[in-house]
């Protein structure tokens, strides 16, 4: 899996591909989310159209995405 990335604004978008699924095992877009927030941005688009199913390892991975971005951004704006 590659994870595409690109800035649209004041957004990063993010778009896994080349697989069929988003569920366990996947320490890419936790490492690509983890990069974008420790570079500073805080508006990030998780691009899933191409991803035709998630399980609940997935799911989970982006409720941890979420939660990673939501809790950065807060305590930058403390």
């Known amino acids: 899996m ?3 990335e690109r800035a ?3 957004r990063r978008r993010t778009r896994p591909e080349g697989q069929d699924h988003l569920g366990e095992g996947d320490e890419l877009l936790k490492d690509k989310v983890n990069s ?3 570079q ?3 508006k ?3 691009n899933l159209a191409d ?3 998630i399980d609940s ?3 989970g991975e982006v409720v941890r995405t979420y939660t ?3 809790a950065r951004a807060a305590a930058s704006n403390c």
């Open 2 to 4: 590659q994870i595409e």
């Open 8 to 10: 649209v604004g004041d």
């Open 36 to 38: 974008l927030v420790n």
């Open 40 to 42: 500073g941005h805080k």
């Open 44 to 46: 990030i688009v998780l």
């Open 51 to 53: 991803v035709p199913y």
């Open 57 to 59: 390892a997935g799911l």
């Open 68 to 70: 990673t971005v939501s």
